[in-house]
């Protein structure tokens, strides 16, 4: 009997191991499916008589590198944010909704979410009650969108979940003080990291200019959306969040902090750089996990779940305002692998970036 009790152990022991083995192979071949993907709007083509731009969207492949064009078209609304699914073979994006065509380009009811099937190459209208910032748009697995944008009657920008079998919409945090600033999907946790900045705040702020002759720029509470629920988890210092990655582990964002004399009209800089928070912890601490990163650092796009790599955009040194490459970077060994190289790739162009899993 002691024989087979031991045996029953052993066994119980070699299930936990394998389960174990099999959920970190599970993370790692999770992230060997992972895309970039892309909305690049070129500069230099624009029809005066519609307001539309070209615009096209692409795939690069963050295990080999390999580029690919999903679709081509001419859309208004160039700034607004994309994302793809790839079991649908669908882009969602947003465009402006024009009531009389596109001759009649002023004659709309506001920027509203599309999809267009890339095989089929079918469009169809998702929203009537969206418009003007269409900044961001989040693909969750779950067959639902994360939505950041102006609605009807309020100022701010709001985040909300639009669930794409119903078609319906739902506003995350109705509090009409809560404006969503910089924000990141990560596709491998099913987590929306965002900032939320005071609305009234910042026009405190903005008002200072005509009492106090002053500006700065108000802080910026770090949230995460997951399993369904709004969650609190800092506040940073005084500054505008640019860039923000997140696992769960960490979350790295980039702040720049400054003081604006409107008397003098001269600023003074108070930061301007990374910023590392530490999840168990709930440290922040200056640079990436302690590191220093080169200056050619311009886009953070995501963090691996070891904390390792941070894939990202790098400018080559005769390129000041772009990145011209993707590259992965080692934060152990403090070095890097390109990617693939945006400006062979694409057109110049106005961008949006997300992270996306096949």
Do not use: W
């Not at 969108?145 to 909300?160: F, K, M, Q, W």
């Amino acid at each position: 009997m002691r024989i087979f009790k031991h045996l029953k152990i052993i066994c119980i022991v070699i299930l936990l191991l394998f389960t174990s083995a099999c959920n970190t192979n599970t993370v790692k071949n999770d992230e060997n499916n992972l895309y970039i993907f892309i909305k690049n709007a070129e500069r230099g083509y624009y029809e005066e008589k519609t307001g539309q731009t070209k615009v096209n969207f692409s795939t690069i492949n963050l295990k080999n590198g390999k580029v690919e064009k999903l679709a081509e078209f001419d859309a208004f609304f160039y700034i607004a944010g994309a994302t793809v699914d790839f079991k649908k073979n669908t882009i969602y994006f947003a465009d402006r909704h024009y009531l009389a065509g596109p001759e009649d380009y002023r004659n709309n009811d506001g920027d509203q979410i599309y999809s267009y099937n890339y095989k089929t190459k079918e469009k169809k209208k998702l929203t009537n009650n969206v418009y003007y910032r269409n900044n961001y748009l989040f693909y969750d697995n779950n067959d639902e969108l994360y939505v950041l944008s102006g609605t009807y009657g309020e100022h701010r920008i709001a985040l909300s979940k639009f669930d794409l079998l119903t078609n319906k919409s739902t506003l995350l945090e109705e509090d009409i003080d809560k404006g969503f600033q910089k924000s990141n999907y990560n596709p491998i946790t099913e987590e929306l990291i965002t900032t939320i900045v005071s609305e009234s705040a910042l026009y405190n702020a903005i008002e200072a200019q005509e009492t106090v002759k002053m500006f700065n720029y108000p802080t910026n509470d770090l949230y995460s959306y997951k399993d369904g629920e709004l969650s609190y988890i800092t506040t940073t210092r005084t500054g505008a969040v640019n860039q923000i990655v997140a696992n769960d582990d960490y979350i790295i964002y980039y702040l720049y902090d400054s003081t604006l004399d409107c008397e003098k009209s001269i600023t003074k800089v108070n930061y301007d750089g990374f910023l590392t928070y530490n999840r168990k912890t709930k440290e922040t601490t200056p640079g990436i996990l302690g590191i220093d990163p080169p200056k050619n650092i311009l886009d953070i796009f995501y963090l691996t779940k070891d904390s390792r790599y941070l894939i990202c955009g790098y400018r080559d040194k005769n390129y000041a305002y772009a990145s011209d490459l993707l590259i992965k970077y080692d934060l152990v060994e403090n070095t890097y692998e390109v990617i693939a190289n945006i400006t062979e790739n694409f057109k110049p162009g106005f961008k949006r970036v997300s992270v996306v899993k096949k």
